[in-house]
């Protein structure tokens, strides 16, 4: 695949004091003043349409091309040259269902579904570019913390680039198609008696003291793959953005990602308006939702609890990145409860697309929006579903046969004799 950029090497960039450091440099975070770092990479040969025809032209060319997150690389890692470890991963569909519009309030809501990346979540995105990061540096060993899509991803990549992983997850809280995933693809898996808070301090701890290259999302490498689920969205619209993009929001890397992808796209004359970015919280795990409230004075910590488990974090490490891309976009935060996601991913399966809890808060959040008068009914929303169906089948099952009182949209299976008495009064009822 050619590259169309511009000679010169990407850096990284810390956003708080403005050091630079090589595109090499594993730092994790800024040395001298602790803040994330945010990839630059030197500006494309081409823009706007001629960038586009690029783009459009490598759909299915060659072994690279067959990547939707390599396609853009341009604005991924430019120079990754032979080292790219790919699945592929990307070129997930973009679905209109009647019934989820119809639920969530929008007659034109499109599901950009991310479980149908390889471990069935957007992680595959971030991750593809982080293990071709871990591999072009040479690391020994590769390490995150993770609610249990992070460490599954990493666990499928690590062992396809030959390369040790760690994963630290918080015992008991992870959705058992999760990990089982992290054990089947090989990684070293450590379940923490504490949250993923408690996770996240530790796995950083521990890869600067056993000199293990660090794969959160905090990893700026991860980020620039992330970037490309709100861009191939716009590409799959022909680059006419959507009023909204709405997505669930828990430790906050994916919120930023977007604010990134859409700066970019729209500096690079791609699109020609920015949408709007809705990110949703559990209500239960919601710190930068108060945040939000508070006009974004304030960085509070909570103890998160909610049944969406991917997104139960209580002090969110991408805070200040996902900051700014609320600000840039002029996008807000909303909460939705429990039972608002269960009843949302009800729907969402029932229309025959189905997807993890934490995926659903972005669906309950749109139709939260639409009851408050923020989102109108005309306007045009996307909406990330960021896991598959089968990631969690243990909330999904305590949905349709445990709850008390019955959930409106469970679908309970019925017991029966091996009579055709028995069948005849089951269809009856
Ligand atoms: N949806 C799913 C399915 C997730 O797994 C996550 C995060 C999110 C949404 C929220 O994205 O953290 O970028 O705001 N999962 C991480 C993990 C924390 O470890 O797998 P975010």
Redesign the pocket.
Known sequence: MTTVTSPGASYQLCASCGNRYGDRDAAPRCVSCGGLLELVHPVPALRGADLRAVFAARRGDGPGSSSGVWRYQELVLPNAADHVVSHPEGNTPLLARERASAYAGVSNLLLKHEGHNPTG?F?DRGMTVGVTQARRIGARAVACA??????ASLAAYAAQAGIPALVFVPAGQVASGKLAQSLAYGARTLLVNGDFDACLALVQQASERLGIYLLN?INPFRVEGQKTIAIEALEQLGWDAPDWLAL????????AAFGKALREVYELDLIERVPRIAAVQAAGAAPFASSFRDGFTTRPKVKAETVAT??R?GDPASFDRAVQAIRYTNGVVTTVSDAEILDAKAVIDASGVGC?P??AASVAGVRRLVGEGIIRPSDRVVAVL??HVLKDPGALLRYHQELSPRPEFANPPVEIEPTLDAVERVIGD
Request: proline share 4%.
């Open positions: 979540s992680k993770s609610t249990g899509n992070t460490s999302s669930p929001a828990g430790n906050l890397g994916n919120t991917a997104i974090i993890e934490a995926s960021t896991g």
